[in-house]
């Protein structure tokens, strides 16, 4: 199995400042043939199911704010949120696709 | 738009047999994975297994033996079969669809989730 280790488990930051969340794969999760990172990101809130963000490592998903930006290949990604807004408050998991489904542990984001 | 809802018992025994559905409704069940995930209280979330619409299913080997997932196009549900349940099998089960018609492929569309009580 392939195992997806994020750091850190929690994050608290300012309204308008920068948030990063690292993920880390236990192996290279990244296909050189094609150029693409089998690598997701979700966010969740209370209550509700994880709703797709980020895929292919670094593609946001319709309607998702230009503020949030994934990056990273082979076996490191980051999530960036350029400017943390109150809406942003959530966990957020990253996921391989490579091989099934794994999903990082998740990393909770708060307001400081 | 795709919307996903799935609907249980609430409440198990030890060592019975949980049975859950999924229904699919306003989109096409064809050429897409559908999956089973899971998220037990307070802890993250793990991939139980899926089914594509050709019958073809695949498992997580942590739960292999005690699973499986069948699929009635006609109906427009997939189901989940998890046997000898323990207190360790409760969590809120996830039903989700994937993005395209790859395996290899994120989850787009999830229901909300129903919770799942292991208990006597």
């Known amino acids: 199995d392939i195992v997806m280790t994020q750091s850190p488990d929690s994050l608290a930051v300012s309204l308008g400042e920068r948030a990063a969340i690292n993920c880390k794969s236990s192996q290279n999760i990244s296909y050189s043939s094609n150029n693409r990172s089998y690598l997701a990101w979700y966010q969740q809130k209370p209550e509700q199911p994880p709703k797709l963000f980020i895929s292919?490592?670094?593609t946001r998903e319709s309607g998702v704010p230009d503020r949030f930006s994934g990056s990273g290949s082979e076996t490191d990604f980051t999530l960036t949120i350029t400017s943390l807004q109150p809406e942003d408050v959530a966990l957020y998991y990253c996921q391989q696709y490579f091989s099934g489904w794994t999903f990082g542990q998740g990393t909770k984001v708060e307001v400081k | 738009q795709v919307q996903l809802q799935e609907s249980g018992p609430g409440l198990v025994k030890p060592s019975e047999t949980l049975s859950l559905t999924c229904t699919v409704s306003?989109?096409?069940?064809?050429?897409?994975?559908w999956s089973w995930i899971r998220q037990p209280p307070g802890k993250g979330l793990e991939w139980i297994g899926y089914?594509?619409?050709?019958?073809?299913?695949n498992y997580n080997p942590a739960l292999r033996s005690r699973v499986s997932i069948s699929l009635d196009t006609s109906q427009r549900q997939f189901s989940l079969r998890l046997t000898s349940v323990s207190a360790a099998d409760t969590a809120v089960y996830y039903c989700a669809r994937s993005k395209s018609s790859s395996s290899r492929s994120p989850f787009d569309f999830w229901g909300q989730g129903t919770p799942i009580t292991v208990s006597s």
């Open positions: 089914i594509h619409y050709s019958g073809t299913a």
């Open positions: 292919w490592a670094s």
């Open positions: 306003g989109g096409s069940i064809s050429s897409y994975y």
